[in-house]
C-alpha cells in the first residue's frame, strides 16, 4: 500500500506544470528594455518590460514625453495589464506587466502590445524568445 501512494505522489509532482523565469534585455543608443516572462511550460503566464528610454538624446522635452505617457496610461486600461511610469530630467522609465490569466489577447493586439496570433490558445514561451533574439534581445 506504502508503494502505491509513492508511487501515486511521485506521478502527482512528476507531472506538475514547471514554472520557469526567463530575462531577455536588449540595450540600443537610446533604449534599455528588460523583459522578465514567467511561464509554465512553453505557456506564457505573466511578462514584466521594464523601459528606459533616454528621451534628451531624442530632442524631446519632460513635458513632451509626460503627455505621452499619459496617452499610453489611458489606452493600457485593459484588465490583466498595468502600466507605470516615472519621468526624470534625462530619461522616461516605464514598467508593463501583463498577466496572461487575465488580460484579452485580442486587445493586446489591439493596441499593438503584442503581435498578433492567429488561433493560438496561449502565449508560447518558445516562440516569444525566438522573436525577441531575432530582435536584438539577449535571454538568460
Known amino acids: 500500500m506504502k508503494k502505491i501512494v509513492l508511487c501515486l505522489c511521485l506521478l502527482l509532482v512528476g507531472c506538475s506544470k514547471k514554472e520557469t523565469t526567463t530575462v531577455c534585455a536588449l540595450t540600443q543608443e537610446n533604449v534599455k528594455i528588460v523583459n522578465t516572462i514567467i511561464a509554465q511550460d512553453d505557456q506564457v503566464i505573466k511578462q514584466t518590460l521594464e523601459n528606459e528610454i533616454n528621451y534628451k538624446n531624442l530632442e524631446l522635452t ?3 514625453v509626460v503627455e505621452l505617457a499619459g496617452e499610453y496610461v489611458e489606452s493600457y ?3 490583466g495589464l498595468n502600466y507605470s ?17 487575465t488580460a484579452n489577447v485580442q486587445e493586446l493586439m489591439n493596441i499593438g502590445l503584442i503581435e498578433s496570433v492567429e488561433d493560438a490558445k496561449y502565449i508560447s514561451l518558445k516562440e516569444t524568445l525566438t522573436t525577441l533574439k531575432d530582435t536584438g534581445f539577449i535571454c538568460e
Request: hydrophobic residues 30%; glycine residues 0%.
Open 77 to 79: 486600461d485593459l484588465e
Open 85 to 101: 511610469f516615472e519621468v526624470n530630467e534625462e530619461q522616461l522609465l516605464e514598467t508593463i506587466t501583463i498577466d496572461y490569466s
Open 62 to 64: 519632460k513635458e513632451d
